[in-house]
């Protein structure tokens, strides 16, 4: 009787201890990934010599984004987020219409003498705006998140992928 209850304890313990394993190590590599996404970003919008690509206007509200690297990874994120990973197939349109203002709204506030980052914000901030006045095209968004994807990596060097979808005018002067 005693060696049936301990066995039914061994049961029970090893897929509760596996569980615990798996979410521990998926909860640290989620952390780690983080924290390298966010020290390969800090002050990414500094290139050629530390003079600055881009940057907000003096009188920008828009406090949720330190840097315009800040910005685009926050976008490029979002997007990953509501449209990656088979989501576009399923998409929510209201929020992506929130999505299109809020970009309209901090694009306004961004200063650059950089003409090839300017006409990538203008294709974005025109896209959005067909978005935003309730234009329901997979294919648009498709763009949004493809210029927002590019411009992590050009801008912010994001390199946590191979794809790389060359829609942006805009490139790293150090990578050449």
Not at 91 to 103: G, K
Not at 138 to 159: A, G, M, P, T, V
Request: no cysteine.
């Amino acid at each position: 009787m005693e060696k049936k209850s301990k066995n039914k304890w061994k049961l029970m313990v090893l897929p509760a201890s596996l569980f615990l394993l798996a979410f521990g190590l998926y909860a640290g590599y989620t952390m780690w990934e983080n924290r390298s996404h966010q020290d390969a970003r800090d002050g990414s919008s500094l290139k050629n010599g530390g003079q600055t690509v881009a940057l907000f206007q003096e009188d920008s509200e828009h406090e949720d984004y330190s840097t315009v690297g800040g910005f685009i990874r926050e976008f490029h994120t979002k997007y990953n987020d509501t449209l990656g990973w088979g989501s576009i197939d399923t998409v929510d349109w209201e929020e992506q219409r929130e999505i299109a203002s809020e970009i309209i709204s901090v694009l306004a506030t961004v200063e650059t003498d950089n003409t090839a980052l300017q006409a990538d914000f203008d294709t974005i901030s025109n896209y959005s705006r067909t978005v935003e006045e309730g234009t329901r095209d997979k294919k648009i968004l498709l763009q949004l998140h493809r210029y927002f994807h590019d411009l992590d990596i050009e801008f912010n060097s994001y390199n946590d992928t191979k794809d790389y979808f060359n829609v942006t005018k805009y490139k790293d002067p150090e990578k050449g």
